[in-house]
């Protein structure tokens, strides 16, 4: 077989040409036949060898052809066409365009996916999003610019290799690590192109990619490859990070959070990948030439606070409980909201930002085919899907300090029984304190319920009930996620708890630790004793009240 024929998009098995499968625990590429190891250097050096054939292939096959790089003198767009093309004009900006006399080679790309969708029926799509969606400023845009609708062949490249992450979550001062290995990720190397916009119109169907040949772009307009090196690596953390976010958000119980990628040695090929493109003004709006999916962004942003959803409920769960027990009295109804709503917020608030994401309004995964002549696109959420899991795994150090895949938790049941019994104690601490008294004090011929008056501790349980209210959100809802339970995943799947992992952050005095562990209790009565020691000397005042009324308050 010819050794550029089949495209490096997966790695073949060197003993038994079967695609292996890459394991992210060995870091290492297996064959699920014969159990064969591909290391990663390896299979990069053979796509690289791929690469170098490929080109050399290229050049002569289309050796005196008459193509020609223009480039823009306004927006700087390089457009490559055939030496014959009428076209004179930037397909972004509409400015006349300068021709060099050469390609350069070094930006040719290996691998071509062609147009399926004509340029007629591009547009009858594009036309009928837009008028099912002629309500939104976007389709409004589309509709009065649909005239200039053009199809290009759009620079790419193709990203394999390992990536690692850091993710910080909101209000939390835990740094986790995660790490993955990237494949059928495909990165826009236009710089007249939000990359983000064209990855909503994606994926694209790998299987029909082709070497590529100056023939399959005859009669397309094309750009080349016109992105810094710097850019393009910073377009590829970018989608990285939006790739990696679906699974840390489900592990980390949030839409906030904050991701840095890190890329390792990545093996990169150049792409041409067919695009239906609608550029004006800040409009941008792309349909895959391929599959059909339509993406379309104009200057529109989304606010959101996600984090006000979980804090909204609890205060409107309490505000609704105090009005039951007293009757649903409008006065102490507002009051109590304002009072659960300004400590539950100013708790579960703490350090929380707002997301803001640009409106892209898009299509469902589309897969376009014919019948005879007549174009058929179907639309499924998972009709079309990356055959490579990009999933990040999460790495957490073991009791050695090496860090090891893992999996994370952060509510297990010890956990919550040590929530539940520590605020129970909290709040019927003076019944606990009352009880052995009582059993000192109490005649012979008592019972021991006929002297003790649990309803006498009122005082206490309404102050213990705030206590109690705040370490639930703090020591609960807050620390718990600086705090996981981590298990190590073992070769064979199994999984074995880290010692020690999630202890510590449970206890009643948990709420009262800083980000760096110390105390904010100790730290309060030395800044001002005066006042902490009054705050003491009161509550200690109510507890020792509440014992003895519990006790004697009947006699």
């Given at each position: 077989?010819?050794?550029t024929?089949?495209?490096?998009?997966?790695?073949?098995?060197k003993n038994?040409?079967?695609?292996?499968g890459?394991?992210?625990?060995?870091?290492s590429?297996?064959?699920?036949?014969?159990g064969e190891l591909?290391g990663?250097?390896?299979?990069?050096?053979?796509a690289?060898?791929w690469?170098?054939?490929?080109r050399?292939n290229?050049r002569?096959?289309?050796?005196?052809?008459?193509?020609?790089?223009?480039?823009?003198p306004?927006?700087?767009?390089?457009?490559a066409f055939?030496?014959g093309?009428a076209?004179?004009?930037?397909?972004?900006?509409g400015?006349?365009?300068i021709?060099?006399?050469?390609?350069?080679?070094?930006?040719l790309?290996?691998?071509?996916?062609?147009?399926?969708?004509?340029?007629k029926?591009?547009?009858?799509r594009m036309?009928?999003?837009?008028?099912k969606?002629?309500?939104?400023?976007?389709?409004?845009?589309?509709?009065?610019?649909?005239?200039?609708?053009?199809?290009?062949y759009?620079?790419?490249?193709?990203?394999?290799?390992?990536?690692?992450?850091?993710?910080?979550?909101?209000g939390g001062?835990?740094?986790?690590?995660?790490s993955g290995?990237l494949?059928?990720?495909a990165?826009?190397?236009?710089?007249?192109?939000?990359n983000?916009?064209?990855?909503?119109?994606?994926?694209?169907d790998?299987?029909?990619?082709?070497?590529?040949?100056?023939?399959?772009i005859?009669?397309?307009?094309?750009?080349?490859m016109?992105?810094?090196?710097?850019d393009?690596?910073?377009?590829?953390?970018?989608?990285?990070?939006?790739?990696?976010?679906?699974?840390?958000?489900?592990?980390?119980?949030?839409s906030?959070?904050?991701?840095?990628?890190?890329?390792?040695?990545?093996?990169v090929l150049?792409?041409?990948l067919?695009v239906y493109?609608?550029?004006?003004?800040?409009?941008?709006?792309v349909?895959?030439?391929?599959?059909?999916?339509i993406?379309v962004?104009?200057s529109r942003?989304?606010?959101?606070?996600?984090w006000?959803?979980?804090?909204?409920?609890?205060?409107?769960?309490l505000?609704?409980?105090?009005?039951?027990?007293?009757?649903?009295?409008p006065?102490?109804?507002?009051?109590?909201g304002?009072v659960?709503g300004?400590i539950?917020?100013?708790i579960?608030?703490?350090?929380?930002?707002?997301l803001?994401?640009?409106?892209v309004?898009?299509t469902e995964?589309?897969?376009?085919?014919r019948?005879?002549?007549r174009?058929?696109?179907?639309?499924e959420?998972?009709?079309l899907?990356?055959?490579?899991?990009n999933?990040?795994v999460?790495r957490?150090?073991?009791e050695?300090?090496?860090?090891v895949?893992?999996s994370?938790?952060?509510y297990?049941?010890?956990?919550?029984i040590?929530?539940?019994l520590?605020?129970?104690?909290?709040i019927?601490?003076?019944?606990?304190?009352?009880?052995?008294?009582?059993?000192?004090?109490?005649?012979?011929?008592?019972?021991?319920?006929?002297?003790?008056?649990?309803e006498?501790?009122?005082?206490?349980?309404?102050?213990?009930?705030?206590?109690?209210?705040i370490?639930?959100?703090?020591?609960?809802r807050?620390?718990?996620y600086?705090?996981?339970?981590?298990h190590?995943?073992m070769?064979d799947?199994?999984?074995?708890?880290?010692?020690?992992?999630?202890?510590?952050?449970?206890?009643?005095?948990?709420?009262?630790?800083?980000?760096?562990g110390?105390?904010?209790?100790?730290?309060?009565?030395?800044?001002?004793?005066?006042?902490?020691?009054?705050?003491?000397?009161?509550?200690l005042?109510?507890l020792?009240g509440?014992?003895?009324?519990?006790?004697?308050?009947g006699?």
């Amino acid at each position: 077989m010819d050794e550029t024929s089949r495209i490096p998009l997966r790695v073949y098995c060197k003993n038994c040409n079967t695609p292996a499968g890459f394991d992210i625990l060995k870091q290492s590429y297996r064959c699920p036949g014969c159990g064969e190891l591909t290391g990663i250097a390896e299979a990069g050096k053979a796509a690289r060898t791929w690469c170098h054939l490929n080109r050399q292939n290229t050049r002569e096959r289309n050796e005196g052809s008459e193509y020609r790089e223009c480039v823009c003198p306004s927006c700087g767009a390089v457009v490559a066409f055939p030496e014959g093309d009428a076209s004179r004009t930037c397909l972004y900006c509409g400015s006349a365009l300068i021709r060099p006399e050469l390609l350069d080679p070094a930006r040719l790309p290996e691998i071509i996916i062609p147009f399926f969708i004509t340029e007629k029926e591009a547009r009858e799509r594009m036309h009928s999003w837009a008028e099912k969606n002629s309500k939104t400023p976007e389709g409004r845009k589309v509709l009065s610019a649909i005239d200039s609708l053009t199809g290009c062949y759009v620079p790419y490249q193709l990203v394999r290799g390992p990536v690692s992450g850091t993710v910080f979550r909101d209000g939390g001062y835990r740094r986790y690590q995660c790490s993955g290995y990237l494949e059928g990720i495909a990165v826009s190397t236009s710089k007249n192109l939000d990359n983000l916009v064209l990855n909503e119109m994606e994926p694209f169907d790998w299987s029909q990619a082709r070497p590529f040949d100056y023939g399959v772009i005859s009669g397309h307009r094309v750009q080349l490859m016109d992105l810094s090196e710097a850019d393009t690596d910073n377009r590829i953390r970018e989608e990285v990070r939006e790739d990696f976010l679906p699974e840390i958000e489900r592990v980390l119980q949030t839409s906030g959070v904050d991701v840095t990628v890190a890329t390792g040695d990545l093996m990169v090929l150049n792409a041409l990948l067919p695009v239906y493109i609608i550029k004006q003004g800040e409009l941008l709006a792309v349909m895959n030439g391929q599959t059909g999916r339509i993406a379309v962004s104009g200057s529109r942003t989304r606010v959101s606070y996600p984090w006000v959803i979980e804090p909204l409920i609890y205060t409107i769960v309490l505000t609704l409980a105090l009005g039951y027990f007293f009757g649903f009295n409008p006065e102490l109804i507002v009051y109590g909201g304002m009072v659960f709503g300004a400590i539950i917020f100013a708790i579960m608030g703490d350090g929380k930002k707002s997301l803001i994401r640009n409106v892209v309004l898009k299509t469902e995964t589309a897969k376009a085919r014919r019948e005879g002549r007549r174009l058929r696109i179907d639309e499924e959420k998972d009709i079309l899907r990356n055959p490579y899991d990009n999933s990040p795994v999460f790495r957490e150090p073991d009791e050695n300090g090496n860090l090891v895949p893992a999996s994370i938790s952060f509510y297990g049941p010890s956990r919550i029984i040590r929530l539940i019994l520590t605020s129970l104690a909290v709040i019927f601490l003076p019944v606990i304190l009352a009880a052995p008294l009582r059993l000192l004090v109490m005649e012979a011929h008592e019972s021991f319920l006929s002297g003790f008056h649990m309803e006498y501790g009122a005082a206490w349980y309404v102050l213990a009930a705030m206590v109690v209210l705040i370490y639930l959100l703090k020591a609960g809802r807050v620390s718990v996620y600086d705090n996981p339970v981590i298990h190590e995943i073992m070769p064979d799947g199994t999984r074995r708890r880290i010692r020690n992992s999630g202890n510590g952050q449970c206890g009643f005095f948990s709420m009262f630790r800083n980000e760096n562990g110390e105390s904010r209790l100790k730290l309060f009565l030395k800044r001002d004793s005066e006042t902490g020691c009054f705050a003491v000397g009161m509550v200690l005042f109510i507890l020792l009240g509440s014992t003895l009324t519990i006790v004697f308050g009947g006699e």
